[in-house]
């Protein structure tokens, strides 16, 4: 019961973080911050029980979960380039736990500079699998279905 709960909670946070102003805090005062109407706490809250839900998924096997979380790149790959063409790398999220990143580059800009050891955000939809999980769908939607996701490196938005 009371991981359910839990669950509950960083659902209705993820779901309330998915309601705001995208906003770059690195760049912004605290002032500007608060003008436009973001918690900081509640999205650094999000970040963090967004590792426990990662896991969580995994353990379970459960997919199509919308998740931010926060890693470092610990290795990259070649583009997969049979249809959507897709930068791919692989992120390190907990002491237990690596994620597949599969960002659609046909539909949003390549993450520059991205090196082995970096610190990256992310927003998108976890899929489940036997090595950890894949985040995909970190892009708009250019037909408005889907949330829109992103990724964060060295200050700067891809999505």
Not at 12 to 18: E, G, H, T, V, Y
Not at 57 to 74: K, L, N
Not at 75 to 94: C, E, M, N, P, W
């Amino acid at each position: 019961m009371k991981n359910i709960l839990i669950l509950c909670l960083v659902l209705i946070a993820a779901w309330q973080f998915l309601h705001r102003d995208s906003v770059d805090r690195d760049k912004l005062g605290s002032d500007e911050i608060n003008n436009l109407g973001v918690d900081v706490a509640a999205v650094d809250a999000v970040a963090i029980d967004s590792s426990k839900l990662l896991q969580r998924a995994f353990e379970q096997q459960q997919s199509d979960i919308q998740v931010q979380g926060v890693g470092r790149v610990i290795r990259l790959l070649a583009d997969d380039t049979r249809g959507s063409k897709h930068q791919k790398f692989i992120v390190k999220v907990s002491a237990q736990q690596t994620i597949l990143i599969a960002h659609n580059i046909d539909l949003a800009p390549r993450v520059a500079n991205l090196n082995v050891g970096d610190k990256l955000e992310f927003y998108g939809e976890y899929e489940w699998n036997n090595k950890g999980g894949v985040i995909h769908w970190t892009h708009h939607d250019p037909r408005g279905y889907h949330v829109d996701g992103w990724l964060k490196h060295d200050g700067r938005v891809y999505q």
